[in-house]
Each structure stands twice: as structure tokens, then as C-alpha cells.
């Protein structure tokens, strides 16, 4: 069977639905998680303010921005990642939700129980269908937009604490609402 049609058996078939929600609560678990610790940091950050070394400027900025920008390229998972991350997903979701999953309304949930359902049923997840399923245009949108803003912050920081306040909001809050969103986004 073509991976297209697999997109909506998966997620029809007995459990499917459950599954999916299950996937799609634990997004939305990880995502408030990310938000409150960013929450925590950006906090930090203000503390900081009243503590006379974090009003020194970073030295050299410009080697900071350019070290932060190639340790998230680094850090980026690659397409071979995916389906690993899809099936973790979903074992992950199953196994802190416990109660009753939340319905199935996410395409990123839906995608990744597909992936899991494939990769169970010993089925080949590469080419360009696969991909299909690996990439959501909104949730990388959103994801590129958090990263482009924590860059943009980084690059007019001045004072160590306002370095530690990117990290809270773009890096970490950012990031969650993007996690947050993809659990109930279309």
C-alpha cells in the first residue's frame, strides 16, 4: 500500500484515534513544560539585573551569536531522525498521559502515528512520501521563527543578563508554544 494511503488508516483503525490523541497530549505536555521552564529562565533573568556582574557587556558578541548559531545547526535532527523521534513520540505519549487522551485533531500527531504504524508493520519510511509525513510546513514555520528570533535577540544583547533573557523567551517559551500548537494544529 502507497504511503498516502496509509495517512488516514492508520489513525481510522482500532485505537487509531486514541493513539493519535495520546501523541498529541504528550506534544502538548512537552510543550507547557518547555513554556514554564522558559517562564523560570526569563525570570532568572530579571533577578539578575540587580547583580552587578550581569550588567557587564558580553565581550566579543558577534563569536557568541556565531557559536549559538552553529551549535543549533549541529544540534538539528536530521530526516533519518524521524521516524525514531515519531515512534519515541508516541511510546512517550502513551506512557505519561495514563488518563484520557486528548482527540485526535493534530496533523502532527496524525503524521506520527502514521510513522509508527509504518515502521511497526516493517514498512520502508524514505522517499519523498515519507517526507510528506516527516515535514509540517506550520509547526517549521513556527519553529524557524522562534530561532530567527532568538538569533535576532542574541545579536543586540548587550549586558549578560539580557543574553540569559533570549534564552527564557525565544529559546525555551518559543519553543513551547510551537510544541504546544502543533498538539491541537490542523
Not at 485533531?105 to 517526507?131: F, H, I, Q, Y
Amino acid at each position: 500500500m502507497a504511503l498516502r494511503g496509509y495517512r488516514a488508516f492508520a489513525a481510522t483503525r482500532p485505537g487509531g484515534g486514541e493513539a493519535a490523541g495520546e501523541v498529541a497530549a504528550a506534544l502538548k505536555t512537552e510543550g507547557e513544560a518547555l513554556r514554564a521552564s522558559g517562564q523560570s529562565v526569563k525570570q532568572a533573568a530579571y533577578d539578575l539585573q540587580h547583580q552587578p556582574w550581569s550588567l557587564a557587556f558580553v565581550p566579543n558578541p558577534q563569536s557568541r551569536l556565531a557559536e549559538a548559531k552553529a551549535l543549533g545547526a549541529a544540534a538539528r535532527p536530521s530526516d533519518d531522525d524521524a521516524p525514531r523521534l515519531a515512534v519515541i513520540s508516541a511510546a512517550y505519549g502513551r506512557e505519561r498521559t495514563g488518563g484520557a487522551p486528548s482527540p485526535p485533531t493534530s496533523a502532527v500527531a496524525r503524521r506520527g502515528l502514521t510513522l509508527a504504524a509504518l515502521l511497526a508493520l516493517g514498512e520502508p519510511v524514505d522517499g519523498a512520501e515519507a517526507k510528506g509525513l516527516i515535514k509540517e510546513a506550520r509547526s517549521a514555520t513556527c519553529l524557524r521563527m522562534a530561532k530567527l528570533n532568538f538569533h535576532q535577540c542574541l545579536s543586540v544583547a548587550g549586558p549578560q543578563y539580557e543574553d540569559v533573557y533570549c534564552l527564557g523567551q525565544h529559546a525555551l517559551i518559543d519553543t513551547g508554544q510551537c510544541v504546544a500548537a502543533a498538539a491541537s494544529g490542523g
